[in-house]
């Protein structure tokens, strides 16, 4: 990318998470690495948050910066893969994939992929299903997720997006969402009752539905398999006061039981008030 009239300092490389470096000549005229101010990297069209550059770059602009050293696009790419136009990636976002149009990786969200039109991926290593046209004032799109979590106590204990600790699939406000969560837990230590590779897997299935910022659910749970000594585990879902929906597991006492979720959400985000 060429200097701008005025500017000494300009474009060279999109780095990991959409940051830009920028380069100036230094005394001796050689383009060294630099970081730009506000001013310098809003001038060249990118955005500016917390003291850093970012590109937030939109599929129907790639052209514009075809011409940045190490910029790259494509399969294999470090930063993204995209096919099709009006998409957009935005800020500290690394190894996304989109194929579709008038998508959005939202802040923050790696490794996902999306194929449609008008989704969007709000979560990491999610994959998202999205049917809409462009004109739709509601959303339609389906997400795949993994859960997990370890438990060693009788106690109820939440799953949580890639057995982060943190993360859960929030509800947004006056939408209706479907789930089916596989749910399998499997003994792996501990010194009670059971022996590592003793396993139970269900099926928990429902709906909820947002009003407005109230939540109501629907549930139920099938039994799939069982094998060895897994009394009184179980698993349910349920809806927090903030609109997350909660895969919960109960497995024994003084046993080290694993637990993986697959969870698949079908959503419809409707555009108006369900009040």
Not at 159 to 182: E, H, R, V
Request: hydrophobic content about 35%.
């Amino acid at each position: 990318m060429d200097f701008k009239i005025g500017q000494s300092v300009k474009p060279k490389k999109i780095v990991v998470g959409g940051v830009v470096i920028f380069e100036e000549y230094d005394a001796a005229k050689i383009l060294i690495e630099v970081i730009p101010t506000q001013s310098q990297c809003e001038i060249y069209g990118f955005d500016y948050r917390d003291s850093t550059c970012f590109s937030n770059i939109k599929s129907t602009e790639i052209n514009d910066y075809n011409d940045i050293n190490d910029f790259i696009i494509g399969t294999n790419s470090g930063y993204f893969n995209i096919i099709g136009v009006n998409n957009e990636i935005k800020h500290k976002c690394f190894a996304n994939s989109i194929i579709g149009n008038n998508n959005v990786v939202s802040d923050y969200t790696n490794n996902t992929t999306i194929s449609g039109t008008k989704g969007e991926a709000n979560y990491n290593n999610s994959q998202v299903l999205a049917g809409n046209q462009i004109a739709d004032l509601e959303t339609r799109q389906s997400t795949m997720l993994l859960a997990g979590v370890d438990t060693a106590s009788a106690a109820w204990t939440i799953s949580y997006l890639n057995n982060d600790g943190a993360t859960l699939f929030n509800i947004k406000d006056n939408s209706i969402i479907s789930f089916t969560a596989f749910v399998t837990g499997v003994i792996v230590g501990g010194t009670g009752a059971g022996n590592n590779g003793d396993f139970k897997s269900w099926i928990e299935r429902g709906t909820v539905v947002n009003r407005a910022g109230t939540s109501a659910i629907s549930r139920t749970r099938q039994n799939i398999a069982t094998n060895g000594t897994t009394s009184g585990w179980n698993t349910q879902a349920d809806v927090s006061a903030i609109n997350d929906l909660r895969i919960k597991v109960k497995g024994a006492a003084n046993k080290d039981i694993k637990w993986i979720i697959k969870l698949e959400v079908i959503e419809m985000r409707t555009g108006v008030d369900l009040s």
